[in-house]
Nanobody
Framework: QVQLVESGGGLVQAGGSLRLSCTAS????????MGWFRQAPGKEREFVAA????????DYADSVKGRFTISRDNAKNTVYLQMNGLKPEDTAVYYC?????????????????WGQGTQVTVSS
């Protein structure tokens, strides 16, 4: 079983930046893809970004393309989400996730381990 711990959330003004981190333990981190999802109040959880096991392939939701960048450091068992140009509609709890998959996927059911989430609030 893998444990995921997110950090880096907070309150930021529109147009600002934040970098989220997610550190994994308990499974061979470098063998599996990682994803970021988010859930805004009153809405379903949605895909944000994913990265393959080696970092060579990435995928983004249309709503964050060009503003967010996912990356990973397998030596540190950590995946990052750099968020620039933040908008009030980016306000949500952000979750990192992993599954027994090596490729990028937007499908929630492919991920079997989730972090506890970190709150991101963007003020207008």
């Amino acid at each position: 079983q893998v444990q995921l711990v997110e950090s880096g959330g907070g309150l930021v003004q529109a147009g600002g930046s934040l970098r989220l981190s997610c550190t994994a333990s308990g499974r061979t981190f470098s063998s599996y893809a990682m994803g970021w999802f988010r859930q805004a109040p009153g809405k379903e959880r949605e895909f944000v970004a994913a990265i393959s096991w080696h970092g060579g392939s990435t995928d983004y939701a249309d709503s964050v393309k060009g503003r967010f960048t996912i990356s990973r450091d397998n030596a540190k068992n950590t995946v990052y989400l750099q968020m620039n140009g933040l908008k009030p509609e980016d306000t949500a709890v952000y979750y990192c996730a992993t599954g027994r998959i090596s490729w990028v996927t937007e499908l929630e059911h492919e991920y079997d381990s989730w972090g506890q989430g970190t709150q991101v609030t963007v003020s207008s």
